[in-house]
């Protein structure tokens, strides 16, 4: 008689997603009158942490769409599951927001990369949780689904760089995200390239 629905999970999913992404630049507050240095330093910050943030939050929903592609069966566990991925991602807005008006504050750089990791092990756990229903539905994971697997890993591990940035030089944080992103796609490439040459 009941049954837990694909359909509206993703919706939700994307709503929140489409929501997080607006909140962010909303927070961009255009200078009034003349630029002076702290206007424009300011400005700088607000744009960076945006762009950064956005990043960051569009990695996070390829991952999800990819994710539930091919699953069939939704539990009430991977519902939860995906509500508890959620919530941590709602918060990305006030951490965005935090840093760039505290101009990377030790206590917002340290806030913001706990929240990466938190929503990266929440991402790992989702992407378990799939991949069993998956393997009890009999679905054969594909070398893609391993290759975006071991992707979500790296992402958690990185988080970690994050951290350790945040609390001994939280000013080069931003950076060090940025850089983690570009990480992330070159280890995608490299386990692609792996595989190609396995499947040869």
């Not at 929240?115 to 679905?139: E, K, T």
Request: aromatic share 12%; net charge positive; hydrophobic share 55%.
């Amino acid at each position: 008689m009941f049954k837990n629905s694909k359909e509206r999970m993703i919706a939700i999913s994307d709503g929140v997603f489409a929501v997080v992404i607006t909140i962010m630049v909303l927070d961009i507050k255009e200078p009034i009158g003349n630029l002076s240095g702290l206007e424009s330093h300011r400005l700088v910050i607000q744009l960076l942490s945006y762009l950064i943030s956005f990043g960051v939050v569009a990695q996070y929903w390829v991952f999800h769409q990819e994710l539930f592609t091919n699953l069939k069966t939704v539990t009430i566990k991977i519902l939860i599951g995906n509500l508890y991925y959620l919530c941590p991602i709602c918060l990305i807005p006030f951490a965005t927001t935090w840093l760039s008006n505290s101009f990377i504050s030790k206590e917002s750089a340290i806030s913001f990369a706990a929240l990466m990791f938190i929503v990266n092990l929440f991402q790992l756990w989702l992407f378990r949780l799939v991949i069993n229903q998956n393997r009890r539905d009999r679905l054969r994971l594909t070398n893609h689904d391993i290759e975006e697997f071991w992707s979500v890993k790296a992402m958690l591990s990185i988080s970690v760089v994050y951290l350790i940035v945040s609390l001994l030089v939280p000013k080069l944080l931003l950076v060090v995200i940025g850089l983690g992103i570009l990480s992330r796609v070159l280890v995608t490439r490299v386990i692609r390239f792996y595989q190609r040459k396995k499947d040869l």
